[in-house]
């Protein structure tokens, strides 16, 4: 599938209906979506295998990862009006994609969803709670052994210390998140998120 048909297709797809501020509700852009996605599968950690994506929301990377033909694909979300989005978003367009209402945090929900080949990920990026990806990276690399995460700019040196000997942090896609006002507390109608898409391989997996 082409990049710009991925596109398109995630675009189409419906948003967070009252976004929570608390837990960082913002959809990825469809074309931010689509890249990360395009650039897994060209590495070969997309097609045929096993992905989870972790804070799905209404489920934006685990659709377009079915989209580009995974074998196998979870999201697991903490908020049920997003879950039960994501569940309409997957019914639309004929994936099938297992959902998970939970929370990344609880180490007993992760480890009882399995191993994966491949984790997806928009963690919140610490603006509310400064420390809020950390759980995600710590269940991403539990999951699996290569993890795509879309983190602000100037996240890498974080992402090395944080993981420490664990993962090795490659750089993948720059991009630029357009965050619309969404809250109250936003002062401007668009600011724009420098981010970085990273991906991470675990020492042992290399
Ligand atoms: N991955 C989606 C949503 C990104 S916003 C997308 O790319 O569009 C971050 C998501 O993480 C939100 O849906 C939020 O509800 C969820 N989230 C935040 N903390 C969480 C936690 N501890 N466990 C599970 N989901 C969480």
């Known amino acids: 599938m082409r990049l710009r048909t991925l596109e398109i297709a995630l675009e189409g797809l419906e948003g967070f209906g009252s976004p929570d501020p608390g837990l960082e509700?913002?959809?990825?852009?469809?074309a931010l979506a689509a890249r990360l996605l395009h650039h897994a599968?060209?590495?070969?950690?997309?097609?045929?295998?096993a992905v989870c994506d972790l804070g799905c929301g209404t489920g934006?990377?685990?659709?377009?990862?079915?989209?580009?033909?995974?074998?196998r694909v979870v999201g697991v979300e903490l908020?049920?009006?997003?879950?039960a989005a994501a569940r309409r978003n997957a019914a639309r367009l004929g994936a099938d994609i297992g959902f998970v209402e939970g929370d990344v945090r609880d180490r007993a929900l992760v480890d009882?969803?399995?191993?994966?080949?491949t984790v997806v990920m928009n963690p919140p990026f610490g603006a509310q709670d400064p420390h809020a990806d950390r759980p995600f990276v710590d269940a991403a690399l539990a999951l699996a052994p290569v993890v795509y995460g879309i983190f602000n700019t100037?996240?890498?040196?974080f992402l090395?210390?944080?993981?420490?000997?664990?993962?090795e942090i490659e750089f993948?896609?720059?991009?630029?998140?357009?965050?619309?006002?969404?809250f109250a507390f936003h002062r401007r109608d668009v600011v724009e998120i420098g981010v970085e898409i990273v991906r991470m391989v675990r020492k042992e997996d290399r």
Do not use: N
Request: hydrophobic share 40%.
């Open 41 to 49: 599968h060209l590495l070969g950690d997309i097609e045929g295998m």
């Open 79 to 83: 908020d049920p009006g997003a879950v």
């Open 60 to 71: 934006v990377l685990a659709c377009g990862a079915s989209l580009l033909g995974a074998g």
């Open 154 to 157: 100037g996240s890498i040196p």
């Open 172 to 182: 993948a896609i720059g991009g630029i998140f357009p965050i619309k006002r969404t």
């Open 25 to 30: 509700q913002y959809a990825t852009p469809a």
């Open 112 to 117: 009882s969803l399995g191993t994966f080949d």
């Open 160 to 167: 090395g210390a944080y993981t420490g000997g664990r993962a």
